[in-house]
């Protein structure tokens, strides 16, 4: 796997960045949400040392470019 990687849900307009290895289920032990009201949620998802593992994009149409969009992995 590539440094980062993107994958989108087209049906729930969600993409989730990983950055580095693959992220595990139960690894992100800590989120940190972002709002941007009226266009979706930012989500950072921390491991326990504090490192970030990944950001979810819920809202992916309102708050990514469409070529991002368009250039994610579906799932």
Avoid: C, K, Q, W
């Avoid at 969600?14 to 690894?27: F, M, N, P, R, T």
């Avoid at 992100?28 to 994009?57: K, Q, S, T």
Wanted: charged share 25%; aromatic share 2%.
């Amino acid at each position: 796997m590539s440094a980062t990687s993107t994958a989108a849900e087209v049906d729930a307009d969600a993409a989730y960045l990983a950055i580095g290895d693959e992220v595990a289920d139960g690894s992100a032990v800590e989120n940190v949400v972002i709002e941007r009201p009226g266009r979706g949620d930012i989500v950072l998802d921390f491991d326990a040392d504090g490192r970030l593992l990944g950001v979810e994009v819920i809202g992916a149409t309102g708050l990514l470019r469409p070529a991002a969009v368009t250039a994610a992995i579906r799932i």
